[in-house]
T-cell receptor, first 115, second 112 residues
Framework: KQEVTQIPAALSVPEGENLVLNCSFTDSAIYNLQWFRQDPGKGLTSLLLIQSSQREQTSGRLNASLDKSSGRSTLYIAASQPGDSATYLCAVRASLGGATNKLIFGTGTLLAVQP | KAGVTQTPRYLIKTRGQQVTLSCSPISGHRSVSWYQQTPGQGLQFLFEYFSETQRNKGNFPGRFSGRQFSNSRSEMNVSTLELGDSALYLC???????????FGEGSRLTVL
């Protein structure tokens, strides 16, 4: 059974710092991995999608890496801003030949960026 | 391009009642999946529909059901509501090919 863990559970940093959020999963047979952010009381916003054949993806100040063999992904946020404050969730999609969109989510990292 | 639309956004029900939530996916997306989010359990998969067929189902009691229409819009229904059903219900629309999921704002259900 796939389990996804995110460390740390909460993180507080001063504005301008670079930071890394970690995600680990127990079953390396994944189709892809997706990072989301969630603001309080809101839905999920897709940040980055990494296919199982890829090592990393970048979007603006965000960079996500994937190491399937070790069951790990990291989300790197450069030059953090107060607007980055949110809960960050990683989710893996099982490798069933693409025949499912079921995601298994981690418990999230609550990020606070202090001005 | 319009995003995923969920209605209603907020609703309050009492125990024993039933509720129906609606989700309109992104135009062209044939896959819709539903998730329940609670502080204690986090995000949990309910079920998934693709071209009007249930493709996958999570570990929830039979009180939770869903369907998908020919225009890809989906509804989920919860019957005989319990206090523990209070949660944020999120709908996700799946892009063919990449498999990227896009979520709506959710329906916040409170059961009294």
């Amino acid at each position: 059974k796939q389990e996804v863990t995110q460390i740390p559970a909460a993180l507080s940093v001063p504005e301008g710092e670079n930071l890394v959020l970690n995600c680990s999963f127990t079953d390396s047979a994944i189709y892809n991995l997706q990072w989301f952010r969630q603001d309080p009381g809101k839905g999920l916003t897709s940040l980055l999608l990494i296919q199982s054949s890829q090592r990393e993806q970048t979007s603006g100040r965000l960079n996500a890496s994937l190491d399937k063999s070790s069951g790990r992904s990291t989300l790197y946020i450069a030059a953090s801003q107060p607007g980055d404050s949110a809960t960050y969730l990683c989710a893996v999609r099982a490798s069933l030949g693409g025949a499912t969109n079921k995601l298994i989510f981690g418990t999230g990292t609550l990020l606070a960026v202090q001005p | 391009k319009a995003g995923v639309t969920q209605t209603p956004r907020y609703l309050i029900k009492t125990r024993g009642q039933q509720v129906t939530l609606s989700c309109s996916p992104i135009s062209g997306h044939r896959s819709v999946s539903w998730y329940q989010q609670t502080p204690g359990q986090g995000l949990q998969f309910l079920f998934e529909y693709f071209s009007e067929t249930q493709r996958n189902k999570g570990n929830f009691p039979g009180r939770f059901s869903g369907r998908q229409f020919s225009n890809s819009r989906s509804e989920m229904n919860v019957s005989t509501l319990e206090l523990g059903d209070s949660a944020l219900y999120l709908c996700a629309s799946g892009a063919d090919g990449t498999g990227e999921l896009f979520f709506g704002e959710g329906s916040r259900l409170t059961v009294l």
